[in-house]
């Protein structure tokens, strides 16, 4: 980790330790990705924003994930417009719903993943024949247009050509034909995303060191990116900003089966990073818009994460508190076989794909034989298998756990240097841990539990008989037996039990100073 250069606090994640896991609401979601349009700056945004989204950012991955975010639990981003030199692609035509002798093909620069079908309404040839267009799978209709050698399907950024068939033009367009094409949105360069990432840690963090945690990174985009964002994390966690970035692989392409695109992820993916997770999951879904489009999972998987509590795992099925359960939206699992003119495609995605997507540290997202929804599979990191962070619900308290000691520890700055002063730090320290273990963002029945997975050690309950309903249910909780003291000892016993202890967890300020004295 680089260190700061002035006098400062720095912590750092070492797994295998306690192995935090936790629980809190992170209000902020930091999203940084591709638009059309946009100011250079960090932006705050909220939903009473959302009517205005596309006059402040147009169209693009940004705008589209700054909506999915919000559909998916978030209360508040912190925004920035990623400046690219890349362009969108089109795909290859599916033209096989197409029985006029004519051509219908596309042309230009996607701002955005579409999934666009054109339909003819009214048969004839080239300024005779009329149809109508969609960006959802043919969901919802443009008005009815009349056919030319080009036409602009604003604000797609993509031109659809229309050309008679030689001298015979009658035949050229008939009612009914359907031509379908996919397209993908610009994805910046790897580059250009970690210029992005060093303006967002400059601007979106206030003087008091209130900031995201999660960054987002809109978009598809590829390994160099994932790379690239896990060397910025040693950056932002030197400087007291502690962040994970949750980033998204590209969609599927016509021409690949899902076996394929599968194979070609796992096949792609090298980053291995406590830090960085990467979202495979994909499916169709319902926007804010009603608009129905195929899409990725990264902003409703992140927006998720706002709306939980650290602690909680995100794949949760059972929908008992607002933000768990079925994902908002969601209409069935992707990606799909399209099928001739079919405006509802086949879900081509098999339970063995999506685990093997998921064992690559893949997030991903299912679907339940006999239960409505799609729901998240997991919150994988890229983490090693080895790593205690390999779980998003594992390493969001830690991030949380960082950002509050070094809070703490900050006061104690150019203080004593003696062993008692040295104490004093580690109780500041400890003391703020504690304070999130008081309440309940990082439970300590875990803490326990890990210390005697990993280093057999003998956990001991201990407190006044009046703290035993508290006792009883950590008790109950932990997956080990625990020594129970609770009630059983003196003032002086405490504090002698507690000078043999390698570690004291309490939310007790009188048994934390008797620990730091110890």
């Not at 109508?132 to 031109?159: K, Q, Y």
């Not at 050309?163 to 949105?185: E, W």
């Not at 964002?229 to 970035?245: I, Q």
Request: net charge negative; charged share 20%.
């Amino acid at each position: 980790m680089s260190l700061p250069i002035l006098p400062d606090v720095a912590g750092q994640a070492i797994g295998g330790q306690l192995g935090l896991s936790g629980g809190g609401n992170i209000e902020e979601l930091g999203i940084i990705g591709v638009s059309s349009a946009g100011p250079a700056g960090v932006q705050t945004i909220d939903p009473s924003m959302l009517p205005g989204l596309l006059s402040l950012y147009g169209t693009g991955p940004l705008a589209r994930a700054i909506k999915d975010a919000f559909q998916g639990g978030a209360q508040i981003l912190k925004t920035l417009r990623c400046t690219t030199s890349q362009v969108g692609a089109v795909d290859t035509p599916n033209t096989g719903g197409k029985a006029g002798t004519g051509t219908i093909g596309f042309t230009g620069n996607p701002l955005d993943e579409y999934q666009l079908v054109v339909r003819i309404t009214a048969a004839g040839a080239l300024g005779t024949a009329r149809f109508r267009w969609s960006s959802d799978m043919g969901h919802t209709w443009s008005d009815e247009l009349v056919t030319a050698a080009t036409v602009l399907m604003s604000p797609t950024g993509v031109t659809v050509t229309f050309t008679n068939a030689g001298s015979s033009v009658d035949g050229s367009f008939l009612v009914d034909d359907v031509v379908r094409v996919r397209t993908i949105g610009p994805s910046p360069t790897a580059n250009e995303v970690g210029t992005a990432i060093d303006t967002f840690r400059a601007q979106a963090w206030s003087q008091n060191g209130q900031g995201p945690h999660i960054i987002l990174i809109a978009g598809p985009t590829g390994d160099t990116v994932w790379a690239g964002a896990a060397t910025k994390v040693s950056v932002f966690h030197g400087s007291g900003r502690y962040v994970a970035f949750i980033a998204e692989t590209r969609p599927p392409t016509d021409a690949e089966t899902a076996a394929a695109w599968v194979a070609a992820m796992v096949a792609a993916k090298t980053t291995v990073a406590d830090f960085v997770g990467v979202s495979a999951g994909r499916l169709e879904m319902v926007d804010q818009d009603g608009l129905r489009r195929e899409t990725g999972v990264a902003a409703l998987y992140s927006g998720r994460l706002m709306a939980i509590p650290a602690q909680q795992n995100p794949a949760r099925v059972k929908a008992d508190r607002a933000y768990v359960g079925p994902i908002p939206g969601a209409r069935a699992l992707r990606p799909a076989l399209y099928g001739i003119g079919t405006p509802d495609p086949i879900p081509s995605m098999t339970d063995s794909q999506i685990k093997t997507l998921s064992d690559a540290g893949f997030i991903t997202c299912r679907s339940f034989f006999g239960k409505a929804g799609v729901y998240f599979t997991d919150g994988r990191m890229t983490s090693a298998p080895s790593s205690d962070f390999g779980e998003i619900d594992r390493v969001r308290p830690a991030l949380k756990a960082l950002h509050a000691a070094r809070l703490a520890c900050l006061e104690e700055l150019f203080g004593d240097g003696s062993q008692a002063g040295l104490r004093q730090i580690e109780a500041v320290a400890q003391d703020a841990i504690n304070q999130l273990i008081a309440r309940g963002e990082i439970p300590e029945t875990e803490v326990a539990d890990r210390l005697i997975e990993q280093n057999n050690a003998q956990v001991i309950l201990a407190g006044e008989e009046a703290e035993r309903p508290i006792a009883d249910q950590v008790a109950a909780a932990m997956r080990h037996k625990a020594t129970d003291m609770v009630g059983k000892t003196t003032v002086r016993q405490l504090a002698d039990l507690m000078s043999h202890a390698k570690l004291v967890v309490t939310n007790d300020n009188a048994c934390l100073h008797m620990a730091s004295m110890a």
